[in-house]
């Protein structure tokens, strides 16, 4: 089944220490977005990937980056993960603009420590 | 500003059917009004999308009245599967089509 995956689904990072989620998707969507949502909060919008062109929410700290290497795959790198980053974090892709059906994946629930 | 406002829980019993209701009174002429579900560890799914008037598919009713400044997410006979986080969503053409997920509301189906 075409489908989003995250890997891994568990994560546990020291404080500070470089740490990178991933996501493939087997949908062909031009379109990949990274969600962080903490604790009994709704999902919050970091950047997303339209084809090659990275758009980057206002908001969304320094710390984060990311990258998409090709159609099939994005990365979110945390430079530096203090203990306010840790959260679930959920990879979206969808074809074309946010108006269409978002297909997310299972999330990567990071812990750090 | 917050963009959607939802009840933030509701109760119900298996069987019935619940109305969940979403406020956007500063929706934009081209937006369109999404609903997604999620269950506690899973990522949202998307239930029912609508732009005005009524929306049916297999999972849901959307009800969006001739203002378009609320909707309601009608779910029929619900059952204990059905107890997850609603979300109401609305396109904010100033940021480029993206959609901001508000605070939710948290379905308790109960026996």
């Known amino acids: 089944d075409a489908m989003v995956i995250q890997n891994p689904r568990y994560q546990v990072t020291q404080f500070g220490k470089p740490v990178t989620l991933s996501c493939s998707q087997t949908?062909?969507?031009?379109?990949m977005y990274w969600y962080q949502q903490k604790s009994s909060q709704a999902p919050k919008l970091l950047f997303h990937y339209y084809d090659k062109d990275f758009n980057n929410e206002a908001d969304t700290p320094d710390n984060f980056q990311s990258r998409r290497p090709n159609t099939s795959f994005c990365f979110l790198d945390i430079r530096s993960p203090g203990l306010g980053d840790a959260a679930m974090y959920l990879c979206a892709t969808s074809s074309g603009t946010a108006y269409n059906e978002q297909f997310f994946g299972p999330g990567t629930r990071l812990t750090v420590l | 500003l917050a963009k959607t406002t939802q009840p933030i829980s509701m109760d119900s019993y298996e069987g019935q059917e619940v109305n969940i209701t979403c406020s956007h009174n500063?929706?934009?002429?081209?937006?369109?009004i999404t609903w997604y579900q999620q269950f506690p560890s899973q990522g949202p799914r998307f239930i029912i999308q609508g732009y005005k008037t009524k929306v049916t598919n297999e999972v849901a009713s959307l009800f969006i009245p001739a203002d378009r400044k609320s909707s309601t997410l009608s779910l029929p006979r619900v059952s204990l599967s059905d107890t997850a986080v609603y979300y109401c969503l609305v396109g904010d053409t100033n940021a480029g089509n993206m959609l901001t997920f508000g605070g939710g509301t948290r379905l308790m189906v109960k026996p």
């Open positions: 949908l062909n969507h031009n379109v």
């Open positions: 500063n929706i934009a002429t081209n937006d369109y």
